[in-house]
């Protein structure tokens, strides 16, 4: 099974990721997020659909894996710098998204795949996405 970095040392902000055991991609977004100095909680579980269910993802929003970090829920390949403008802003919602799997969000670059745009949606208390980010 594909592994987390180590982030023991990391001085950053923690952050709780859940996937399944067997997803390659998440495993880079992790070292997306290690790079910048996150400390990651790395949960393998079977049970992703009840994780999502309870951190208020929409199944039309969702993606590969689910974190938590500071009280804010961080959906699918969200980059660094779109959490850490969340962390630092604070704004009351539940947390950021990016639904499905764009091809070059972090964790999902394929080296001669050009980049797709994408954006990192902002979910609401109650459910409604805006855009936060544009990439």
Same mark, same amino acid.
């Not at 947390?95 to 764009?102: C, D, F, I, Q, S």
């Given at each position: 099974?594909?592994?987390?970095?180590?982030?023991?040392?990391?001085?950053?902000?923690?952050?709780?990721?859940?996937?399944?055991?067997?997803?390659?991609?998440?495993?880079?977004?992790?070292?997306?997020?290690?790079?910048?100095?996150?400390? *990651?909680?790395?949960?393998? #579980? =079977?049970?992703? /659909?009840?994780?999502?269910?309870?951190?208020?993802?929409? $199944?039309?929003? &969702?993606?590969?894996?689910?974190?938590?970090?500071?009280?804010?829920?961080?959906?699918?390949?969200?980059?660094?710098?779109? *959490?850490?403008?969340?962390? #630092? =802003?604070?704004? /009351?919602?539940?947390?950021?998204?990016?639904?499905?799997? $764009?091809?070059? &969000?972090?964790?999902?670059?394929?080296?001669?795949?050009?980049?797709?745009?994408?954006?990192?949606?902002?979910?609401?208390?109650?459910?409604?996405?805006?855009?936060?980010?544009?990439?």
């Amino acid at each position: 099974p594909e592994t987390m970095p180590d982030t023991t040392h990391a001085s950053g902000p923690q952050i709780t990721v859940y996937r399944s055991a067997s997803c390659g991609c998440c495993t880079q977004w992790g070292e997306h997020l290690a790079t910048a100095g996150f400390r *990651i909680d790395d949960q393998v #579980t =079977e049970a992703m /659909a009840g994780v999502k269910e309870r951190q208020g993802i929409a $199944p039309e929003t &969702s993606s590969c894996h689910t974190a938590v970090v500071e009280g804010y829920v961080i959906e699918g390949h969200v980059p660094v710098a779109s *959490i850490q403008r969340l962390l #630092t =802003e604070r704004p /009351a919602i539940r947390g950021l998204v990016v639904p499905g799997m $764009p091809m070059g &969000s972090p964790g999902m670059e394929v080296r001669g795949v050009d980049a797709e745009r994408f954006d990192v949606m902002a979910i609401a208390h109650d459910g409604s996405l805006s855009v936060f980010d544009r990439y």
